[in-house]
């Protein structure tokens, strides 16, 4: 009972303090509008928003391993498990220049949806085929101004915590722009909040994982087929050893 009535008080709790957070978001992107186009900065911020909801979780204890895998001077193809709807949230830890691709209808939530327009984050509807058209020259434009995508390759969360099969768009991508990928592995997320769940479960230990990134040259000669498996037995190797 005392975990579902603070579960409640914590998306309250989100609810409110997400009005004030995005009036200083609103503010930095106004302030740096001019000489921030990439919004660097804002996208910073937003890293200290997200992640500043993890942090106030006493039972959600995050470990974040490989920081040093992360060149921050390159461009890349980010690749991530999807298990939960803490993983944003625990992806903010990495405190990176990226921009997200992420369902059409989370933008349209107040103040954390808003705030994904104003980092210029890339929009997806499932199974619309233009609009996953859209998403990829999103992407394709997004990187040619010197962006990092951050994609979830098994286009939903996973029922069970076991990785789904990967679709191909963030390869297809990686493989025309010839940038590096890099696999981002996390565990405990979907036991801390289950999916379609809202009740915080308590002692929960969370790793996010950076691996080393995969240099285009290593995929260049791939299919996308091939380069998308090769990353899922990559990512599948080091979750099951986690």
């Known amino acids: 009972m005392f975990s579902g009535l603070f579960s409640y008080l914590y998306v309250i709790f989100i609810c409110l303090d997400s009005l004030l957070l995005f009036i200083i978001a609103l503010f930095i992107w106004l302030v740096t509008l001019p000489f921030d186009r990439k919004k660097i900065i804002l996208q910073q911020y937003t890293c200290f928003w997200g992640s500043l909801h993890l942090w106030l979780i006493p039972a959600w204890r995050l470990k974040v391993i490989g920081r040093e895998n992360i060149d921050r001077k390159k461009k890349y193809m980010i690749v991530s498990n999807h298990q939960s709807q803490l993983d944003i949230l625990v992806n903010f830890n990495l405190f990176a220049h990226y921009k997200i691709v992420s369902k059409k209808e989370i933008f349209n939530l107040p103040f954390i949806g808003w705030n994904m327009t104003l980092n210029n984050y890339i929009k ?44 191909l768009g963030a390869f297809a991508i990686a493989h025309k722009k010839k940038i590096p990928l890099l696999p981002i592995i996390i565990k405990g997320t979907k036991d801390a909040l289950p999916k379609h769940s809202l009740k915080i479960k308590k002692n929960t230990n969370i790793i996010l994982k950076i691996l080393k990134e995969i240099p285009y040259e290593s995929f260049a000669h791939l299919s996308v087929e091939d380069t998308a498996k090769m990353t899922r037995d990559i990512m599948l190797k080091e979750f099951n050893s986690l």
């Open 124 to 167: 997806l509807k499932r199974g619309d085929k233009k609009s996953i058209q859209k998403m990829i020259q999103d992407c394709e434009k997004s990187i040619d101004q010197g962006n990092s995508i951050l994609f979830y390759p098994e286009g939903s969360r996973s029922q069970d915590g076991q990785m789904k099969p990967f679709k």
